[in-house]
């Protein structure tokens, strides 16, 4: 018995001691000289592999990162400023200040949900349905509703909402901009988030003449260009019967939003919805109410017509 | 105005489906059924019932449960998985609770733990067939032998069957090719008739469930090795017409090896399939330590079914 | 019998309208002409509001290379030049034209005898069928007269008239033949001459008895015209299944037919063809079916292309009936469904199939349980339950590596999946990424 259990330890020793002979000099033959300032780096990001920096993954990033020495055009959108300020730390570089941003969806489902023309019998894939036709609302630049956005997201902060339309969660969005990529109408950009959380964007993408555009949902952008005029700031374009606001250039002022004819206009995160301001008194009612609020949750507010 | 339907095409269906496969394959079960209650009498009937019953419950519980899915219990899978586990248990009374533990691990383990039908990579039924083999060895062997038909009451007299006979160094004497052939010996409920499991494999590829290719290349496998043995020592092997006839191979290379989720996609694949199942069950049967090896060369197989599946193409139109 | 060698299924046949003898649909209001109802790029329009046009005037231009010309179906003025929204709702640049009176070009030949000597060069036949705008009519619109230049180097040893019809429902190429048998083969003939080839092969189906006698009998008067009879298999109307089934030869993975020496063209194509080169006509009418098994009648008509969906439907059958599920221009496993009745018809539209709400519907997909159906039914010879694998999984590159580029989309794959998944939607969605991946390496 002893005997045993002797020789049996000393088979399965003696085993051990090869293999981890046989371990070490391979490990060290085959050593892969590599900065450890990557493994650093990496450390710091969130991981996730979303791919919105462009790069294969986070171990990619991190090696861009390491090789150029500097965050000039890297940018881990989900780590925010706070990675990066981590990142430029490690490297010993400086970092520039990324305003925080966010998905914005840009079609508005509030009329055309019970105006479907048809119903899509066939794979569930906005890329495949969007080969096929214009989709159930008819319009041939509105959100098709399989989701191929809520498919892509890694951080599970974009959801179908109840009519169709996919619906961005602020809080959990890290602007990586795997949804805009995904969606095959390129509805979805990236904006800012703006102060106090509150936004002001066109949610139409339809570039069809007023008319025609019209006819297909009440909600659509017709390119008539008064919010254009009634923009203090010029932030807004009309081009190809379409407006566009430019956020680096918004206030959030919200006179777009009352003079919008269609509610193409939508406005995110105020507290109390858009008032068409009285010829003198302008803003007066609305202002007060925005101070008494002191953290802004990011609501829809839909705008009724 | 009506709201049309809008799809890519084609835009109909020769409304072939899976519900309609797996009930074929119960309907083609039918026959073996029968023969096995009219031999082992009641016992039979009700170890069936059981195994079905059990295992069509525990698919629905761990769908409704666990997985938090619809349910798809009428789709017919549960009930085939059910016979086919009946099937491989001897008919004795003492199967009844042993038969439930069994449909458990085929259903849970087998099946719905890899995400349910289509998902498997073993077949269900084997896999709680040779679960219950390694954990209940004597119950598992205890063979009732048909004497007559329609016996009533549970006393089912019990022998060896002709292949554990084999094992032994008894050559299975007294057992004629005929009875062999109907059904006249120890077994399994579902394996002892082979004219009842030919009848039903026969509805199958009629209508196109199954292909011939796996049945044809595992019974011939195991009839040439087993032939070939045969003729080197005819005393120390058994000969291949009682081979096939005997055992397992019947029932397994026409239901359990042709189970389409756990077998090779293009018909090549399925002939070195059916040929690995029929060279690995004699083998299993003359230099193993068990007397049958279908359950277990079926398994391996099964377990290089993606492997058959890479390696093995369908022939391209052109190239 | 003759037939592709592998592969296929067999859907219900159903041509319900085999004996509805062809209509002329009579003429609308106005006309909405699209610029692009051919594969490639669009026509460019050549005519501006108020400018007067005649019954085959040439209305748009084909100056792209892919491309063919498009000319007015009616006569009338021109209301404007604009964008039309399509069979599915997407916008297209189109022709409205106001129709006034039926005043044809004088150059078209409109009289009822039928002129069987051609005596032009085989250059001068494509440059006519260019002119003519005459493009395949069998589903995919290619420009004609691309087909029958053939590029330097190769050589056509084969022609090969499509008159499979092996879609299910349809039925205007099987009218064609029964009614006007000897303009077909002369179109063949002008074909024939075209490409030079010694032998022009006709594929019929053989559940076609009485066009393949009728079509026997007419040939015999020509030289050169050979009936075919194939076995009823679907797709055997697929390009490279027929050159397979007539000819035997395979056209490799990624080549065209001209590679192995064929040129195939649809049977509705070859009676365009004659219309062009020997009457003048160009191709501004469509042979269009109009059936479903829920519709009070059945018919085949002649209609002038431009018309709209619902002016065909109200002509020939009033009203949609209630139970209308979907509505598909062509047939049933490779047409494609429409949503937008006021859209005017194109040139290829081979039909109006009406199908009953419960016929329409998909039944929901489950899971794949690997029984190899849609392999047995590929006659390619493909894996679609991988690629649907590696489609959902975003493989690419591997669906390449498994020729996903060679299905040709017949859907034989859908229709024999007892999981019902939607096969043929997925790998069509690979293919689009394949060739997007490919473009994006270039």
């Not at chain 2, 199958?204 to 290719?213: A, D, F, N």
Request: glycine content about 10%; some cysteine.
């Amino acid at each position: 018995m002893t005997q045993q259990i002797l020789i049996a330890v000393l088979v399965l020793g003696a085993l051990g001691i090869i293999f981890a002979e046989v371990l070490y000099i391979v490990a060290q033959k085959f050593k892969v000289v590599e900065d450890p300032l990557i493994d650093e780096v990496a450390e710091v990001l969130p991981g996730a592999n979303c791919g919105g920096c462009g790069k294969a993954g986070c171990r990619a990033f991190a090696e861009a990162c390491v090789a150029q020495h500097s965050l000039d055009g890297l940018r881990c959108a989900p780590g925010g400023d706070a990675v990066a300020a981590k990142i430029a730390e490690l490297l010993g570089c400086a970092v520039e200040q990324g305003e925080p941003m966010v998905a914005v969806v840009r079609c508005n489902p509030a009329n055309c949900g019970d105006k479907r023309r048809s119903n899509y019998d066939g794979l569930r894939s906005c890329a495949f349905q969007n080969t096929v036709y214009t989709g159930e609302s008819g319009c041939p630049f509105g959100c098709l509703g399989c989701g191929d956005c809520v498919a892509a997201c890694q951080f599970d902060a974009i959801h179908m909402g109840p009519d169709g339309v996919p619906v961005v969660d602020a809080d959990k969005c890290t602007a990586c901009g795997a949804c805009a990529k995904a969606c095959p109408r390129r509805i979805i950009e990236l904006r800012n988030k703006g102060k106090k959380e509150r936004r002001v964007y066109v949610s139409c993408v339809n570039k069809e003449k007023g008319a025609v555009a019209m006819k297909t949902c009440a909600n659509a952008c017709i390119g008539c260009g008064k919010c254009a005029k009634v923009c203090p700031m010029e932030a807004i374009t009309v081009e190809g019967n379409l407006s566009y606001i430019d956020y680096k250039k918004c206030i959030a002022c919200r006179k777009c939003v009352t003079e919008c004819p269609t509610g193409a206009i939508k406005d995110v995160g105020f507290p109390a919805p858009a008032v068409k301001p009285a010829p003198k008194a302008a803003e007066a009612p609305s202002a007060p109410a925005a101070e008494k609020v002191e953290i802004p949750v990011a609501e829809k507010v839909e705008v009724k017509q | 105005m009506n709201i049309l339907n809008v799809s890519g095409s084609p835009h109909v269906h020769s409304d072939e489906s899976t519900k309609k496969i797996m009930w074929r394959v119960n309907m083609a079960l039918v026959p073996a059924l029968l023969c096995a209650i009219a031999y082992f009498g009641l016992p039979a009937l009700l170890v069936s019932l059981v195994s079905v019953a059990s295992c069509v419950l525990f698919q629905w519980l761990i769908e409704k449960f666990i997985m938090k899915v619809p349910t798809s219990i009428g789709d017919g899978s549960a009930v085939v998985t059910g016979l086919l586990l009946a099937f491989n248990v001897p008919a004795t009374a003492q199967m009844l609770w042993i038969v439930v533990i069994g449909a458990l691990v085929a259903i849970g383990i087998g099946k719905m733990s890899f995400g349910g039908l289509g998902k498997n990579p073993f077949n269900p039924a084997l896999v709680g067939r040779v679960f219950l083999l390694i954990s209940f060895p004597v119950q598992m062997t205890t063979w009732p032998v048909a004497e007559g038909l329609f016996p009533m009451g549970f006393d089912v007299p019990t022998g060896a069957t002709p292949l554990g006979a084999f094992k032994e160094g008894a050559l299975g004497e007294g057992v004629t090719f005929m009875d062999a052939f109907l059904g006249h010996i120890g077994g399994s409920m579902g394996e002892v008739s082979a004219i009842a499991i030919l009848l039903g494999a026969c509805y199958l590829l009629w209508k196109k469930v199954i292909s011939w290719h796996i049945p044809v290349a595992f019974i011939g496998t195991a009839f040439l090795f087993s032939g070939i043995l045969w003729l080197i020592d005819p005393t120390a092997y058994m000969d291949p017409v009682m081979t096939i006839l005997t055992g397992g191979i019947m029932l397994g290379a026409c239901f359990m090896a042709t189970d389409m989720v756990t077998s090779p996609m293009a018909k090549s694949g399925q002939l070195i399939f059916g040929f690995g199942c029929g060279l690995l069950t004699i083998i299993i049967r003359n230099w193993g330590s068990y007397p049958e090896g279908v359950s277990f060369a079926i398994l391996i197989m099964n377990s290089v079914t993606p492997l058959l599946n890479r390696w093995f193409k369908p022939t391209r139109f052109a190239v | 019998m003759k037939t592709f060698r592998m592969g296929g299924v067999h859907p219900e046949e159903n041509k319900i309208s085999n004996d509805a003898a062809i209509e002329v649909m009579p003429v609308g209001k106005q006309m909405v002409v699209l610029m692009n109802q051919h594969l490639g790029a669009p026509a460019t329009p050549v005519v501006q509001k108020g400018d007067k046009v005649k019954v085959g005037q040439l209305i748009g231009e084909a100056q792209a290379f892919m491309c063919a010309n498009v000319h007015s179906p009616v006569s009338g003025t021109v209301l404007k030049v604009d964008t039309c929204k399509d069979a599915f709702g997407m916008a297209k640049p189109a022709v409205y034209i106001n129709v006034e009176g039926d005043e044809w070009m004088e150059t078209i030949d409109r009289t009822p005898d039928i002129k069987r000597e051609c005596t032009l060069e085989p250059q001068q036949i494509v440059a006519k069928l260019k002119e003519m705008g005459i493009v395949g009519l069998g589903g995919a619109t290619f420009p004609t007269h691309i087909k029958y230049s053939i590029p330097e180097g190769k050589k056509a040893e084969y022609l090969i008239v499509n008159a499979a019809e092996c879609e299910p429902y349809l039925t205007s190429d099987y009218r064609v033949m029964m009614e006007h048998a000897e303009e077909v083969c002369i179109g063949v003939s002008i074909l024939r001459k075209a490409l030079g080839v010694p032998n022009a092969y006709i594929g019929i189906e053989s559940n076609k008895p009485q066009a393949i006698a009728k079509m026997q009998e007419m040939a015999k008067q020509f030289e050169g015209i050979v009936i075919e009879p194939l076995k009823v298999k679907y797709p055997q109307g697929a390009e490279k299944q027929l050159i397979n089934a007539v000819t035997g030869r395979k056209v490799p993975s990624g080549k065209l037919p001209i590679d192995v020496g064929c040129v195939v063209s649809n049977l509705g194509s070859c009676f365009a063809v004659y219309e062009a080169v020997q009457k003048n006509k160009p191709l501004i009418e469509n042979i269009l079916t109009v059936t479903g098994k829920e519709l009070p009648s059945q018919h085949n008509y002649i209609v002038r292309i431009g018309t709209t969906y619902n002016e065909i439907i109200k002509h020939s059958i009033g009203a949609l009936p209630e139970t209308t599920g979907k509505v598909i221009s062509g047939g049933t496993m490779m047409g494609k469904a429409v949503v937008n009745l006021d859209a005017p018809t194109v040139k290829g539209n081979s039909s109006v199939l009406v199908m009953g709400e419960k016929e329409a519907r998909r039944e929901p997909e489950t899971n794949c349980i690997r029984c190899g159906k849609c392999m047995e039914a590929c006659p390619m010879g493909l894996e679609p339950y991988l690629f649907s694998a590696l489609v959902k999984n975003g493989r690419t590159e591997e669906a390449r590596e498994h020729n996903i580029l060679d299905c040709i989309e017949c859907g034989c794959c859908f229709f024999s999946c007892p999981a019902h998944k939607p096969l043929t939607d997925e790998i069509r969605l690979g293919k689009n990424r394949v060739r997007a991946m490919m473009a994006a390496k270039k």
